[in-house]
């Protein structure tokens, strides 16, 4: 009759088929959970021109997400990374573009894209939702100001949908 593995309190104890027991080893503490983060997101739905082929900020994000470490900046649709280290930054957006056009969806670092971070969309049919999603590590500096920005091909309007737009950066290493 085979072993069975029975899993309790971290340890491992396999049963004998005579009911005698032993406890293996206790394995490593696992690492500890994130202690830097923060994270903005719209509550309501937004309405943004977007010039032709020209970077612009998703000033959108008006609600702060709780933070510890990353500091969320509503007035300039922001967050400064308060601790250097790597992040794992993720954002979402739902929209509508008002003209067929070639979107882009990113995250900028002080005003520059960061690589990874660039979700993109062909909007062959205007004024169908779109959602993109995003995740990319990215190593920050303290002070660093993570924007969430748009580019189209075409000038028009991002009708950013009630909740669609999330921007959060977690830090995951030194």
């Not at 002070?143 to 000038?155: C, D």
Request: net charge neutral.
């Amino acid at each position: 009759m085979p072993y069975q593995e029975i899993y309790s309190c971290g340890a491992v104890t396999y049963c004998r088929p005579s009911g005698h027991c032993s406890t293996g080893p206790t394995g490593p503490t696992g690492p500890a959970a994130p202690s830097v983060f923060g994270g903005l997101y719209n509550a309501a739905s937004t309405t943004l021109p977007i010039p032709a082929t020209t970077q612009t900020i998703l000033s959108n994000l008006d609600s702060a997400m709780p933070s510890d470490g990353v500091q969320p900046n509503l007035g300039t649709a922001s967050l400064t990374i308060e601790r250097s280290g790597t992040y794992l930054i993720n954002f979402a957006v739902s929209y509508l573009y008002s003209n067929n056009a070639f979107v882009e969806i990113f995250v900028t670092a002080n005003g520059t894209r960061i690589p990874g971070t660039v979700a993109s969309r062909d909007a062959q049919t205007a004024e169908r939702v779109k959602n993109v999603a995003q995740s990319a590590l990215a190593r920050l500096t303290a002070g660093t100001v993570l924007q969430l920005a748009a580019y189209a091909s075409t000038g028009g309007n991002l009708w950013l949908q009630n909740d669609g737009t999330v921007l959060n950066a977690v830090r995951v290493g030194d």
